[in-house]
């Protein structure tokens, strides 16, 4: 397996625009996480799925952030629209739902806003 | 909120064992720990993970104390390679019995020539 995959790596645009982040899971893997990571902050999880469906999404900064897993080989992480404080790394990370297993990241997205 | 603290860094020098510590004090009963490292700005990678019993595998080994209540991770031979920052982690279950993993701000650790 490739492992995680994650595209674009890189991502500049404007203030204002929308941006979406792609992200393939290991397959057979049915849990999907999405975080952020700033100096500042350091890696925080936004959101994550089990089985397709979010299961808790109290980490999303605000409306203009919103994640979909339409099926079991895609989730998408959508900014619109974007602010320089959007800027960030964007890593999505798969497991199987059950205990005593190791989560897999992908090499993530760089994002920055101008 | 992250469920373990570490210390913010470490220095281990070129091929001696590099010995990280973890506090998890609140640790339940089913909870794994689990230790990730992130060399630069690649995504974090696995290392090890454990219930209760000490583990290891061709990475590291890792040392859960008799309580739970602290581990500490074991690189034996430490290379240059080894400088990231590493993460404990409490994986924590959550509704639906999945579990997430909560990043704290892990342990810096430089691997000296």
């Known amino acids: 397996d490739a492992g995680v995959i994650q595209s674009p790596r890189h991502e500049v645009t404007e203030m204002g625009q929308e941006v979406t982040l792609r992200c393939k899971p290991i397959s057979g893997h049915n849990s999907l996480f999405w975080y952020r990571q700033t100096m500042m902050r350091g890696l925080e999880l936004l959101i994550y799925?089990?089985?397709?469906?979010?299961?808790?999404d109290s980490g999303m900064p605000e409306d203009r952030f919103s994640a979909k897993m339409p099926n079991a080989s895609f989730s998408t992480l959508k900014i619109q629209p974007s602010e320089p404080r959007d800027s960030a790394v964007y890593f999505c990370?798969?497991?199987?739902?059950?205990?005593?297993?190791?989560?897999?990241f992908g090499q993530g997205t760089r994002l920055t806003v101008v | 909120d992250a469920k373990t603290t570490q210390p913010p860094s470490m220095d281990c020098a070129e091929g001696r064992a590099a010995n990280l510590p973890c506090n998890h004090s609140t640790i339940s009963g089913n909870e794994y720990v689990y230790w990730y490292r992130q060399i630069h700005s690649q995504g974090p990678q696995y290392i090890i993970h454990g219930l209760k019993n000490n583990e290891t595998n061709e990475m590291a080994s890792l040392i859960i104390t008799e309580d739970r209540k602290s581990s500490t991770l074991i690189l034996p031979h430490a290379t240059l390679r080894d400088t990231a920052v590493y993460y404990c982690i409490v994986r924590e279950v959550t509704q639906g019995g999945s579990e997430k993993l909560v990043f704290g701000k892990g342990t810096k650790l430089t691997v000296n020539p």
């Open positions: 799925f089990n089985n397709n469906v979010p299961i808790d």
């Open positions: 990370a798969s497991s199987f739902n059950r205990p005593n297993t190791e989560a897999f």
